[in-house]
């Protein structure tokens, strides 16, 4: 009998799921999903929390434990390179300014611990140099250059725009103590950002990392030149010339290479463990990942065990999903009417699959199951305007919110329609055979209360079986 009933449970949420509509993109176990596609991973380097979304309409492929925090180690920086971008955009400095290093960064590229380059006195460095130097080695010292830059030398002003600028990217879980990701106290006192914990550590979530990166490739994607390539020198042909190997191990030429992928960073710390944040293009389709938590600061192994898993999700995404042009602009007929699109419509589709359109306030959107990453990234839509009123038998349009596929006659809209009738029936008829399973005992005085409970359960599974049927007989003749 419990068997019977945990099956029922198990068919009554299946069913529910199906009648309202919610057929979430298959989410299996990111380290099934990995081996799957050909990687040989332990589960010590199992990530603890992942995101995957389109870089284009900001659609969530994959997530897992997204909104944990954790501590973001170097990847802090690409919240210190935005400000950067957008104070380039506002014309405070170009990439052709150069400014030298003063004393004190000078000191911090001195500091062992901290992940740097050899900044040298007197010599003078282009934005352009700082910005690959922040990206590639991950160096602190050209890092605070860079947000001394942006805030006039000011380092507590430069991490409350830092936390001023997560809040308006809609970035609720993230917090910022520094520019760089080390905590200022690591800096010997050449880095102190007055008023602000030393101690403290920044903490984000993969879905806010994937935020931030999402709005850096939209407003600023020349950041991808600075992260494409697997090698980078500075200074090249004279005294102060190093070369640096990217730690994005999936760029071409390196132990992960795959296909398309071309950025943007990755942070690693004794508590951050080892994470990225990665994109990868082909064609006209982009995704961004994040991966956070990879093994453990001791076993540095984890440095490269980071993308397989990386690589797994966006075949995942690759394999399962495009951006392309779904309707031209112009006169289209959907969901029973005529409208005029005022410019062609591209949006992220499921491959070989049908689709449906949603008509509402003048906007077409795709119908889908896959969420957005943030109330601050809308479904993408494109205007229309009504050109006629199409027949509908008198049922309500979708320009009054109906998610309403193109093609009533298709399979998967025969599900929707059908679906609650069908869950009601089934309920009844599992009833009809659980009473039956209810077997009368030999002898004894339950036997008369035994039985009576098997007719009453009977009963109910019959009567519940018909208001399915008869639902479902109404729903075919259109009155409901």
């Known amino acids: 009998m419990k068997k019977l009933i945990k099956v029922l449970v198990v068919l009554m949420v299946g069913l529910s799921s199906l009648a309202t509509g919610v057929v979430a993109f298959a989410q ?12 040989t991973v332990d589960e010590k380097y199992r990530p603890k ?10 659609r969530v492929i994959w997530e897992d434990n997204a909104d944990v925090q954790r501590y973001i180690a170097s990847l802090t920086k690409l919240m210190t390179l935005y400000l950067g971008f957008e104070a380039i955009e506002a014309g405070k400095f170009s990439l052709e300014t150069t400014l030298q290093p003063s004393q004190n960064v000078l000191n911090i590229s001195n500091i062992y611990s901290l992940s740097n380059n050899k900044m040298a006195a007197g010599v003078e460095y282009t934005i352009e140099d700082i910005i690959h130097l922040v ?20 380092a507590a002003s430069f991490v409350n725009l830092m936390n001023e600028k997560a809040k308006e990217l809609g970035m609720t879980n993230t917090i910022y103590y520094n520019a760089t990701g080390a905590a200022s106290s690591f800096f010997e006192g050449y880095y102190l950002p007055e008023g602000i914990d030393p101690n403290g550590d920044n903490m984000s979530t993969a879905r806010d990392l994937s935020i931030l990166a999402f709005n850096m490739l939209k407003k600023y994607p020349q950041v991808l030149e600075f992260t494409k390539n697997p090698t980078y020198t500075v200074k090249p042909g004279t005294p102060y010339e190093e070369t640096f190997d990217s730690y994005l191990f999936a760029l071409p030429g390196k132990t992960y290479a795959y296909e398309g992928f071309d950025g943007i960073k990755t942070g690693s710390s004794p508590s951050a463990a080892f994470g ?7 064609q006209d389709t982009r995704f961004i990942e994040v991966i956070l938590g990879v093994g453990d600061w001791s076993d540095q192994i984890g440095e490269e065990e ?12 690759f394999n399962g999903f495009e951006y392309k042009k779904v309707l031209d602009s ?3 007929t959907i969901n029973d009417q005529q409208i005029v699109l005022e410019q062609d419509f591209y949006t992220l589709v499921p491959k070989n699959q049908e689709l449906s359109f949603k008509l509402e306030n003048n906007q077409l959107s795709l119908v889908t199951d896959l969420p957005q990453v ?7 839509s494109v205007s229309y305007q009504v050109v006629a009123q199409g027949k509908n038998l008198g049922k309500p349009t979708a320009d009054k919110g109906d998610l309403k596929p193109t093609d009533d006659s298709s399979f998967f809209s025969q599900i929707d329609k059908y679906a609650i009738p069908a ?3 089934l309920i009844g008829l599992i009833v009809v055979v659980v009473s039956r399973l209810q077997r009368k005992p030999k002898r004894g005085s339950r036997h008369s209360a035994k039985s009576s409970m098997g007719k009453i359960t009977l009963i109910v599974g019959l009567i519940i079986t018909a208001a399915g049927i008869g639902f479902g007989v109404l729903v075919n003749l259109n009155l409901l």
């Open 374 to 380: 943030s109330d601050k990234v809308p479904n993408p």
């Open 28 to 39: 299996e176990d990111i380290m099934t999903i990995t081996r799957e596609a050909g990687y």
């Open 49 to 58: 929390t992942s995101i995957m979304i389109d870089s284009q309409t900001g």
């Open 423 to 425: 869950l009601v029936t």
């Open 330 to 332: 112009g006169e289209q």
């Open 135 to 154: 990206l590639i080695p991950s160096s602190n010292a050209a890092t605070v250059m860079l947000a001394n830059l942006v805030s006039d030398d000011n």
């Open 306 to 317: 980071r993308h397989p898993f990386g690589n797994a999700l966006l075949d995942l995404g």
């Open 276 to 282: 990225f944040v990665g994109t990868a293009k082909r």
